[in-house]
């Protein structure tokens, strides 16, 4: 039986093309995988709040020090953290906003990407810590077109979310991409045309 863990970023709810589009990796997930079973984590109605000084002390203070607030700032991102280790395949509905991805995701990486949890450092740098047998599906969108041309160099998006996931050990990683969503003549088709490329492995 396959764990899914399904990682929502878009806020605009089901008007969201990244919801639309992970929704459908999802789908074709459970139609070669019947009795997977899927957790979704919705950063926009669960948010993970935005990394401050009290989160990185906590993070880089032995547990048994940790105050009462402290406590409960590391089990949650324990909780995220086991989330990531359960699952078989993860699915990140991520939209393009200003070039980078959403505040909510990153906020979520930031209690995810911790040392002695998803990635620890040696002689030999680092090396991750979840298992290199996961699979990684990235469910992209964007108004413009960022997979080709002028403007593939402005994608900080998708090489981002590969290099965390790879930073964690997870290699194996399929993009879905729905572009130019802003623009006519393109917009139209674009989101059948990505649901449309969806093979699971």
Do not use: C, W
Not at 92 to 104: H, K, L, R
Not at 115 to 144: H, M, R, W
Not at 175 to 186: D, K, S
């Amino acid at each position: 039986m396959k764990n899914i863990l399904h990682i929502i970023s878009s806020p605009r709810g089901e008007i969201s093309a990244s919801r639309k589009l992970g929704k459908a990796v999802i789908e074709k997930i459970l139609e070669k995988y019947p009795d997977a079973v899927v957790k979704e984590r919705d950063l926009t109605k669960n948010a993970v709040p935005v990394l401050g000084e009290v989160h990185i002390s906590t993070f880089f203070t032995p547990p048994q020090d940790h105050s009462p607030e402290q406590q409960l700032i590391n089990r949650y991102s324990e909780e995220l953290i086991a989330e990531l280790k359960e699952a078989h395949m993860i699915v990140i509905d991520s939209p393009m906003y200003n070039f980078s991805v959403p505040t909510s995701l990153k906020a979520y990486f930031d209690f995810t990407s911790r040392a002695g949890y998803t990635f620890k450092y040696s002689e030999d740098g680092p090396k991750g810590l979840l298992d290199d047998d996961k699979k990684l599906y990235i469910a992209f969108t964007s108004g413009n077109i960022y997979s080709t041309g002028p403007y593939q160099v402005f994608d900080s998006n998708v090489p981002y979310i590969r290099h965390i996931f790879g930073f964690y050990g997870i290699s194996d990683v399929s993009v879905f991409r729905a572009e130019g969503l802003a623009i006519p003549g393109i917009m139209e088709t674009s989101l059948e045309k990505a649901i449309g490329t969806i093979t699971i492995d």
